[in-house]
């Protein structure tokens, strides 16, 4: 693969199989206010987050105002919390601990628990490539940036089929322009998460290999410092954590319902929203002494093999002290 360079018709071709996911600024921008109530800016990635409290509902007569503000991957959410345009942001273990490397002002305030079979690296259906020891000499992509939890993962399945990191290539491509890449047959092998990952899988990708036995699938909420200093928005972020809680309540007692909605707002087939949204990190539960190991060893691991600069020490941006809802 020379470049990764494609024309805007295939771009629009993969766009109407199946995702309308990087929604434009002001279709994602949905604001709910009264006179006097404190506003808060609520980041999400792929819709994932605004589909699950729709379906749920329970934003509904929430004492505070909020509109969503949606990104494509992690990388350009985090750069709008460290900007301060968000007030909360979502992601998975590895893209938080980026975050902080780059000096975002947050703190991991939730827990999220998914599924490590919603993400991996997949390969075009008539690819030679058939196990992670093929990759030797070739190029993967890696979405969104670097670290992402789609990087940990590859590195992960590398170390575990005995590949250096040294012997493959690796790129970083956001995943809409990657995703219309792969379609096209510009990139061979591809590691991505859901909702990118099980479209390209239904739409003939192969799995290489999955994130199970290596990704921890847990995500976390952050709240910018400056959000948290300010007592009425402080107060808006636990009002909207307990929200969270109960959404994900409803979402696992709900599948279906769940999907269907999903399935309306990103305008994906009912068929993957019903993949996705099942092993999606759905649950919310305040951040336990096992969340924070867990997350330690993911960031030990990455400064390690080099995804980081440095080694990141989780309690210090994380505060358990925000949110105390019964887990």
Known sequence: MTDLLFSRASRRSWLKQGTALSLAAAG????WAQPQQTTLVLGDQAGGLRS???ASRTLEGAP?????????GAAPLFEAQRSAAVDTAMAGDLPVLAAAVGKTPLKIVATRVGKADSLGIVVQPDSPLRSVADLRGKTVIVSSA??????Y???GALEEAGVRREEVTVKFVLPTDAAAAFASKQIDAWAIFDPYYTIAVQQGGRILRDGRGINTALGFITAS???LADPARRTAIVQFLDRLGRAGDWALANPEAYAQAYSQLTRLPIESSRIITARASVAGRP????????????ADRSARDGILP?????RAITDTSVWKRPA
């Not at 994602?28 to 604001?31: D, E, I, M, P, T």
């Not at 951040?287 to 993911?298: N, Y």
């Open 310 to 314: 440095m080694r990141v020490d989780v």
């Open 52 to 54: 699950l409290f729709e």
């Open 146 to 151: 670097r670290g992402s939890i789609s990087q």
């Open 28 to 31: 994602s921008l949905r604001v």
């Open 225 to 227: 410092e400056h959000s």
């Open 64 to 72: 505070f105002a909020y509109r969503w503000a949606n990104f494509q």
């Open 287 to 298: 951040v336990s002494e096992a969340d924070i190991v867990a997350l330690q060893a993911v």
């Open 153 to 155: 993962q590859l590195y």
